[in-house]
């Protein structure tokens, strides 16, 4: 699957079982004796992974970069996402699915800034499923204009556990965390925090009503992420958005993708405010190596 | 809560591998990094797989521990209790997980013909 893998470009990196290489699984010899045990050697998301790579030929030949944004319940991707509308230039074209386990409510918070919505309620058909899978997301696709959009945020069910587990064919995975969660949430959550290339750290306009040791929190992330990219940014105040901003535009460069669909010139993102370099020295913006 | 679309995933592939024959024993194994709760998926497993041809088979779980190596002094640590996946050995955070993250069926265990 390749999404724990943060080392990718590490020439001594073992890559593992995931990858379908089973045979270094272990000691199954215990297994493999008497007539009546079949070894079957299957991953068990094999499944999902099947349906999440082809969700990812899909938006690859729709020329769109897929970001699947997660988060605990209230840490602010909707209101991420409702910035970003604003903000982004009108020549980078934006669809959304938005996944929620109940209720169209935050679809109806970003409908009217020009991006396609399709909405996905896991409480239909879905078994009122805590996290988007593969096959949840390809049935929202046939709802969007693909080859109209330059960017796809899907927004997965708010939820630190299941939706890091589920490959949903997104080219990339972006977390939004908020400094009213506690600092030591990366060591209680390792696998999501581990998963994501790029960790949001909203609600920074509260850091002086609360008693958040930021350092300790950006510590405990790179305990487990190290590679993170990780951007302080608040959707209210609008404080370091600019840097997400230029994310986004980054990786659609780095898309080959995005560049032939779209002759978008990406320079003309919103100027930077005077505060935007104070924001980039606070970032602890550790790149992939 | 994920367990149960797990379940559903372990019983498209049990069913289509056992093709009739009656299985007793499932086993799994599930690496630590996994965010899976043995009791909860070997509860929904039987919901899963109540009046189905499955029904009444067990999942095993066979829990693999998180095993790091260091990408800076080299050495390898195996994780006990907590889930820092730091280097034991020079506390370096640039490691890469050579075990604990499996999630696979390994086997089936079938019944006397």
């Known amino acids: 699957m390749g999404r724990f893998h943060q080392h990718e470009d590490s020439p001594d990196h073992e890559h593992h079982g995931d990858h379908g290489d089973h045979g270094d699984h272990g000691d199954l010899s215990g297994y493999e004796t008497g007539p009546e045990r079949v070894v079957v050697l299957e991953r068990i998301f094999g499944e999902n992974d099947r349906l999440a790579a082809a969700n990812r030929s899909t938006f690859d030949a729709a020329g769109v970069t897929a970001i699947n944004m997660m988060s605990s319940p209230g840490a602010g991707k909707t209101a991420i996402l409702r910035q970003t509308l604003v903000n982004l230039p009108d020549t980078t074209r934006v669809a959304i699915i938005e996944g929620d386990i109940e209720t169209s409510l935050d679809a109806e918070r970003l409908a009217g800034y020009g991006a396609q919505i399709a909405q996905l309620n896991t409480a239909s058909g879905f078994g009122g499923e805590c996290h988007l899978d593969a096959p949840m997301v390809a049935s929202a696709l046939p709802r969007l204009d693909l080859v109209t959009a330059d960017l796809l945020f899907i927004e997965n069910v708010g939820n630190l556990v299941c939706p890091a587990e589920f490959d949903v064919g997104a080219h990339h995975r972006v977390m939004v965390y908020s400094i009213t969660e506690g600092e030591e949430k990366p060591l209680k959550y390792p696998v999501m925090f581990r ?77 930077c405010d005077p505060r935007a370099d104070a924001d980039a020295l606070r970032a602890s913006t550790r790149k992939r190596p | ?52 041809t499955l029904a009444g088979s067990q999942l095993v779980v066979h829990t693999v521990p998180v095993t790091l190596r260091c990408l800076d002094c080299g050495s390898t640590t195996t994780l006990t209790d907590e889930l820092l996946l730091l280097c034991t050995k020079c506390e370096g955070a640039d490691v890469s997980v050579t075990a604990g993250e499996e999630f696979m069926l390994t086997s089936l265990e079938l019944a006397e013909a």
């Open chain 2, 1 to 52: 809560m994920h367990e149960l679309s797990l379940c559903e995933s372990i019983y498209e592939i049990v069913d289509r591998t056992a093709a009739g024959r009656t299985v007793t024993m499932i086993h799994l194994e599930v690496g630590q990094l996994r965010q899976v709760v043995p009791d909860t998926l070997t509860y929904c497993w039987t919901v899963v797989s109540d009046q189905t």
């Open chain 1, 195 to 271: 998963s994501v290339e790029l960790v949001l750290v909203n609600k920074l306009d509260l850091l002086p009503h609360l008693d958040f040791d930021l350092p300790l929190f950006l510590r405990n992330l790179a305990s487990v992420n190290p590679a993170a990219t990780v951007l302080q940014v608040s959707a209210r105040s609008t404080e370091g958005l600019d840097l997400w901003y230029n994310w986004l535009a980054e990786i659609g460069q780095r898309s080959e993708r995005a560049a032939t669909i779209s002759a978008t010139p990406r320079e003309d993102l919103p100027a």
